[in-house]
């Protein structure tokens, strides 16, 4: 995996995305797959979740969105 060019929001969103305490994991979706679609997607996480949903992985609750930032700004500060 290629890390060079991923920003720390990056690596948060990519953390996040394979699983953590603050928000539950989708499965199907572990550190290699969450790296994957941050690396295609960037940091916009929108975009990510619409693509994980294209691919079925899981029924994602339409809340994720939300709940994803706010785990997102409580790993930030």
Not at 1 to 27: A, V
Not at 54 to 71: H, N
Request: net charge positive; charged share 25%.
């Amino acid at each position: 995996m290629n890390f060079r060019s991923f920003t720390i929001d990056m690596l948060l969103i990519t953390c996040i995305l394979s699983g953590c305490d603050y928000l539950e994991s989708i499965k199907g979706i572990g550190f290699k797959t969450a790296h994957r679609f941050v690396w295609e997607h960037g940091n916009d996480i929108n975009k990510i979740l619409r693509n994980i949903r294209r691919e079925g992985k899981q029924l994602i609750p339409m809340s994720y969105d939300k709940e994803f930032e706010k785990c997102l700004l409580t790993f930030k500060f």
